[in-house]
């Protein structure tokens, strides 16, 4: 019998009909974990129900979702009824889901919140920590999988953006139960490199195909990473805990690769601008020192050079005009200081300095004088007071006590009197105004002034003796 070949259309159009006609599946009750859940423009649901070891690929028609008094997201644990069957396009069967009831919240997305709260508690998450990714760098490690869109994706935008840079690709695992661990190990191994920025991620997934980048394991290796890592892990609204931790969340593969580089054209842009700049800098500045230049060979200075020789003698002739000028200023000065020196007329009359002497002595006398008899006075008041009795009935005491006390008074001032003193044949010795009373201090050829009684004999010391002949 010649056998009956089937087109793949065929196939699938009687797996739909036994399907169809199967009464087991057409009103199935399923509860599972939702992942990659997709509300899409025209109000149907798309997302895949899981549990531990199976999926299954669901749909929610708009006309069911207006009856949905919730709205579900990943990681949300539901039951759901509906109809399985084979949709011809793909082959694949799916439920469309006609009705779902909340049935609690995943254990892959509790695990997640778990560990991102620790992970946030122990400053993983800390931006201050955060390395600066470097703007020009010489090379970059890329952790992905060897083959896929999300290698071809960064090295096609490096190589467009910024084809100087060089790569190097550690190939690993980026899905599932070993993947974290050769992620981590790729990490350290990369540290061990010279390279200045390290990218790790993948395309896009479910939760399970993404989960390598929640691992505990993986976030602790980027944290210790002392290259900065940018995350790229699946798409724009996929978050994973390696996005919180490393130094920059890229929301893709590409994305990243533009994040790791600058554009050459902005470079190549930004020096054009630089050259014109510095091009524009450089001509002003020649035209100024040209400008300078053509000033200084103009210069009279330049053309006369004997001027600066001119100058420079004129301003020696003022200094020395100046100079002559402060000395006579300082001869005259001292030659007038000398005359009034020499017409002192203390110098010229040394006698007068004796007769100044003397009336001061007058002067102290009469004022001596005075003293005394003031004093005489006020004791004779107090005197005629206690004695007032007495002097009444003895009129000729009070003449005769009067008498007596100036004759005492007079008697001590003839021989306090020092004019006497000289003219018994004593002198005053004086150096200067300072009266001698020792020969202690007094040394060679010093001048004295000796007061006589009839005048002043000026001398010098030739020598000293004391009392026991010792010189």
């Known amino acids: 019998m010649k056998e009956q070949y089937l087109t793949i259309t065929q196939l699938s159009h009687y797996l739909k009909y036994k399907f169809d006609t199967d009464t087991n599946l057409n009103n199935v009750y399923l509860k599972g974990e939702i992942s990659n859940f997709k509300a899409h423009t025209r109000g149907h649901y798309y997302f895949t129900l899981k549990d531990e070891t199976s999926r299954i690929n669901a749909i929610m028609f708009a006309s069911s979702v207006s009856k949905c008094k919730f709205r579900p997201y990943d990681g949300m644990k539901v039951m759901v009824t509906g109809k399985v069957t084979v949709y011809e396009a ?15 919240i995943g254990n892959l997305y509790i695990a997640y919140e778990q560990l991102k709260k620790k992970l946030e508690e122990e400053g993983l998450f800390d931006k201050t920590k955060k390395k600066k990714i470097p703007r020009m760098p010489r090379k970059i490690g890329i952790i992905t999988a060897p083959t896929g869109a999300a290698i071809r994706d960064i090295l096609t935008t490096l190589k467009r953006r910024y084809p100087i840079v060089k790569t190097i690709l550690f190939p690993a695992l ?37 989960w390598p ?38 929301p893709t593969p590409t994305a990243a690769a533009e994040l790791a580089v600058v554009d050459i054209g902005t470079i190549q842009d930004y020096l054009i601008k630089a050259k014109s700049r510095s091009y524009n800098a450089i001509s002003k500045k020649i035209q100024f020192d040209q400008v300078k230049l053509s000033n200084l060979k103009e210069s009279y200075v330049l053309k006369r050079p004997s001027t600066i ?58 004022r001596l ?39 005492v008074v007079l008697e001590k001032l003839v021989v306090l009197n020092p004019m006497n003193t000289i003219k018994r044949g004593y002198a005053i010795v004086k150096e200067e105004n300072h009266v001698i009373s020792s020969i202690q201090n007094i040394e060679k050829n010093t001048k004295l002034n000796i007061t006589l009684k009839d005048g002043i004999l000026v001398t010098k010391v030739l020598e000293t003796r004391r009392e026991n002949g010792e010189k």
């Not at 793909?90 to 909340?102: A, H, P, R, S, W």
């Not at 724009?236 to 969340?249: G, K, Q, Y």
């Open 90 to 104: 793909t082959g694949g069967y799916q439920i469309y889901v006609t009705d779902m009831l909340e049935d609690g």
């Open 174 to 210: 980026v899905q599932g139960v070993e993947a974290g661990k050769d992620i981590a190990k790729k990490i350290e191994l990369a540290n061990t490199y010279d390279i200045d920025t390290l990218i790790v991620g993948r395309g896009g997934g479910s939760i399970e195909d993404l």
């Open 213 to 250: 980048f929640n691992e505990e394991v993986v976030a602790r290796a980027i944290y210790q990473s002392k290259v900065p890592v940018i995350s790229a892990v699946g798409h724009e609204v996929d978050f994973t805990i390696a996005d919180f931790v490393a130094d920059l969340r890229a």
């Open 309 to 366: 020789y001119e100058i420079k003698e004129q301003k020696l002739d003022i200094l020395i005009d100046q100079l002559n000028k402060s000395m006579q200023n300082i001869i005259e000065t001292n030659r007038v200081r000398l005359f009034n020196s020499a017409s002192n007329y203390i110098l010229n009359n040394p006698k007068m300095l004796y007769l100044r002497k003397m009336e001061y002595y007058k002067t102290l006398l009469s």
């Open 369 to 407: 004088n005075k003293e005394m008899s003031i004093i005489l006075t006020s004791k004779k008041t107090k005197l005629f007071a206690l004695e007032n009795h007495y002097i009444l009935n003895n009129p000729s005491i009070l003449y005769q006590k009067q008498e007596q006390s100036l004759k």
